[in-house]
């Protein structure tokens, strides 16, 4: 099943959706609603009474438009883009022994076909991440690596767009990467029976039309299932929380030169199994 959070024509509430063909039939409460109710709809046609709405007729909104609590990211979890780091800073490559954890707000969650606000007074250096995202379906704490796969519902897109300029002058991840609108988030959650493995989707990203990263997520230095495992330890984890599973090469800052998004660039952003996100930059001061 594919699920959206949308809003109609004729009204601009966001409300929960699945994608049957070219429509998406309306169900009733938001997608955290649903996961927790522990609720698997297999064929949409079920609700006959449901109002149904063409595709190209609705709003897309982030299907968690406003998450409970922060989205969990994982840092340098691809050897490419740890090495291509290195490079930029001209450092040794050091693998982590753990996965690197940092979160984003909830303000920063945006739509997957929404532009990005670009504060021009902040940050001079917007780089993009393409990056798997899990939604958990099932709370626990301790969850043990074998188990881990049972407590996913989904899978979608995350962009961890970074102010890197911002993320430097602050010696750390987070306040870099949780502006305002700087994590664009869909379009839809498949869910984890129709997605298969996590291990061995395509991940790329273009910015105008030409591409930047394409890379495979079975190229994880921490698979999904070892990133849960390790988050939980300790730490519960409830349905409805979403963790973006880290990038692989192509960023920005260190290309040669390097390069930074500009006012009107558009940044599509795909997963196979998923979709795309289609995102343009919006520059203001």
Request: aromatic letters at 8%; one cysteine or more; a neutral charge.
């Amino acid at each position: 099943m594919r699920y959206l959070t949308f809003s109609a024509p004729e009204d601009p509430t966001p409300r929960l959706g699945v994608v049957d063909g070219e429509r998406v039939v309306a169900l009733p409460g938001t997608l955290v609603d649903y996961i927790r109710s522990g609720s698997r709809e297999t064929r949409p046609s079920r609700h006959n009474n449901a109002p149904t709405y063409r595709l190209d007729q609705i709003r897309w909104h982030a299907p968690i438009p406003r998450p409970s609590k922060n989205v969990f990211c994982v840092g340098r979890n691809y050897l490419t883009h740890i090495e291509e780091g290195a490079r930029a800073r001209g450092v040794g490559v050091k693998l982590p022994d753990a996965p690197v954890f940092f979160t984003k707000a909830p303000t920063s969650v945006n739509g997957p076909f929404d532009d990005i606000p670009w504060d021009r007074s902040v940050t001079h250096q917007v780089d993009w991440e393409a990056e798997l995202g899990v939604i958990i379906g099932r709370t626990g704490r301790n969850i043990s690596r074998a188990d881990a796969l049972d407590h996913v519902f989904g899978y979608t897109i995350v962009n961890d767009v970074t102010a890197r300029d911002v993320q430097k002058n602050h010696f750390q991840f987070f306040k870099g990467k949780t502006l305002d609108g700087f994590c664009p988030i869909g379009p839809v959650v498949v869910s984890a029976d129709e997605f298969g493995h996590p291990q061995g989707k395509q991940i790329t990203l273009k910015v105008n039309g030409i591409q930047k990263q394409n890379g495979n997520t079975r190229d994880m230095i921490f698979a999904v299932d070892a990133i849960i495992a390790s988050l939980s330890h300790g730490l519960t984890l409830e349905a409805g929380d979403i963790i973006a599973c880290g990038t692989p090469d192509g960023c920005g800052f260190a290309r040669t030169p390097p390069e930074f998004l500009q006012d009107g660039d558009v940044m599509e952003t795909a997963i196979d199994g998923i979709g795309a996100m289609r995102n343009r930059i919006a520059a203001h001061s």
